[in-house]
Nanobody, 124 residues
Framework: QVQLDESGGGLVQAGGSLRLSCAAS????????MGWFRQAPGKERELVIA????????YYADSVKGRFTVSRDNAKNTVYLQMNSLKPEDTAVYYC?????????????????WGQGTQVTVSS
């Protein structure tokens, strides 16, 4: 059974940083793409960053370029989302998700497995 567990959310002031973790279990994820999505109240779920579990090219949404970065610990099957220079508009529930195949998609329905989400709140 595939399981994705996010952690690391919280409350931070504008300009601060947080690091989210997504720990995956249940299978080997080589050949899978993964994405970090976020959903703010009243808004659609949007793709923030997409990459593969094994490395390679990474997609960054324009809204987070230069502020967010992704890294991975393959030994732990964990991907990290480092968020710097946070803004109030970054406030959302953040989800990690994974899909078969290495091509990322901005469409949430393309992803096969989802974590439970972690709340990030940025105060002004």
């Amino acid at each position: 059974q595939v399981q994705l567990d996010e952690s690391g959310g919280g409350l931070v002031q504008a300009g601060g940083s947080l690091r989210l973790s997504c720990a995956a279990s249940g299978r080997t994820f080589s050949g899978y793409a993964m994405g970090w999505f976020r959903q703010a109240p009243g808004k659609e779920r949007e793709l923030v960053i997409a990459t593969t579990w094994s490395g390679g090219s990474t997609y960054y949404a324009d809204s987070v370029k230069g502020r967010f970065t992704v890294s991975r610990d393959n030994a732990k099957n964990t991907v990290y989302l480092q968020m710097n220079s946070l803004k109030p508009e970054d406030t959302a529930v953040y989800y990690c998700a994974t899909k078969m195949g290495t091509a990322y998609s901005t469409n949430p329905s393309r992803y096969n497995y989802w974590g439970q989400g972690t709340q990030v709140t940025v105060s002004s």
